[in-house]
């Protein structure tokens, strides 16, 4: 799979927006981009995923550059409960037998 | 609810003394998975299983066993437990491996002292 790097942390007012930003410049033709989140030491929350379209949920949108090499999650109005350690992994599905490889993550802090 | 469920959610034990963590799901998933979450070094897959009687190593197996005689039912046996197996323990599991999100549980912490 793929390697990702994201910032180590990130800070954001209640109410804005949260834009929180991944390269996977290796990244292959089948292999699709997640982003998933852990708040505390609950377990991770699966948020979004894509391929090459811009996608949109109840949660999140999930922008992925025409070149696929990186994305930007989007919370639209961040709230105190999105305080938490979010994940952007690229995963091949089948081919990786469904292991999800994750990194550090990106500590995103939402303030009042 | 959909949900995965663990159990127990933490347990102290101590080394030698076989210990079992449960973990089922009601989402009719063919894919299930542990990880082991330790700082500084991420979530870690232990073993999966791609369906009924089908399991597999992942990353770090050594030291846990694992059965999937049903569906919903995936627990994780540590034969005898030693001290670096202190940790976060997830399971995970989806509808099939090939690009579905995974739904977790809740986590259970272990110590073995």
């Known amino acids: 799979d793929a390697k990702t790097t994201q910032p180590p942390s990130m800070d954001c007012a209640e109410g804005r927006a949260a834009n929180l930003p991944c390269n996977h410049s290796t990244i292959s033709g089948n292999e699709y981009v997640y982003w998933y989140r852990q708040i505390h030491s609950q377990g991770p929350q699966y948020i979004i995923h894509?391929?090459?379209n811009n996608e949109t949920n109840e949660m999140a949108s999930l922008i992925i550059t025409e070149d696929r090499k990186s994305s930007t999650l989007i919370l639209p109005h961040a709230t105190l409960r999105d305080t938490a350690v979010y994940y952007c992994?690229?995963?091949?599905?089948?081919?990786?037998?469904?292991?999800?490889?994750f990194g550090q993550g990106t500590i995103l802090t939402v303030h009042p | 609810e959909a949900q995965v469920t663990q159990n127990p959610r933490y347990l102290i034990t101590v080394t030698g003394k076989k210990l079992t963590v449960t973990c089922s799901q009601n989402m009719n998933h063919e894919y299930m998975s542990w990880y082991r979450q330790d700082p500084g070094l991420g979530l870690r897959q232990i073993y999966y299983s791609m369906n009924v009687e089908v399991t597999d190593k992942g990353d770090v197996p050594e030291g846990y066993k694992v059965s999937r005689k049903e569906k919903r039912n995936f627990p994780l046996i540590l034969e005898s437990p030693s001290p670096n197996q202190t940790s976060l323990y997830f399971c995970?599991?989806?509808?099939?491996?090939?690009?579905?999100?995974?739904?977790f549980g809740d986590g259970t912490r272990l110590s073995i002292l």
């Open positions: 992994i690229v995963n091949a599905g089948g081919t990786s037998y469904g292991k999800l490889t």
């Open positions: 995970a599991s989806s509808l099939y491996t090939s690009n579905q999100p995974q739904h």
């Open positions: 894509g391929l090459k």
